[in-house]
Nanobody
């Protein structure tokens, strides 16, 4: 069993930065891939980024490339999403996600369904 708790969301102006954190409980954290999804009002949930168990392999959606950086600290059971040059279209609830069957980035991206979700943290970017 894994529990995920996000933090770090907030209100920021266009061009600003935020760093989201995801604190995980459970002994399997450092053996599985993790990721971030987001959902904007009135829109479907979309994949943002993911990272493999060791932190050495990452994947980003096109909109996140060059602006967002995913990382993890297995000693602290925490994953991060550094977001720079934020735009109003980045406004959404951001969710931390994991699944015990996904170890690599390939596993995670191809999974389609994920067992564990955090409660989400709101990111609002004002224009």
């Amino acid at each position: 069993q894994v529990q995920l708790v996000e933090s770090g969301g907030g209100l920021v102006q266009t061009g600003g930065s935020l760093t989201l954190s995801c604190a995980a409980s459970g002994r399997t954290f450092n053996t599985i891939a993790m990721g971030w999804f987001r959902q904007a009002p009135g829109k479907e949930r979309e994949f943002v980024s993911c990272i493999n168990w060791s932190g050495h392999s990452t994947w980003y959606q096109d909109f996140a490339k060059g602006r967002f950086t995913i990382s993890r600290d297995n000693a602290k059971n925490t994953m991060y999403l550094q977001m720079n040059n934020l735009k109003p279209e980045d406004t959404a609830v951001y969710y931390c996600v994991s699944d015990p069957r996904a170890v690599s980035v390939t596993d995670f991206v191809g999974r389609g369904e994920y067992d564990y979700w955090g409660q989400g943290t709101q990111v609002t970017v004002s224009s």
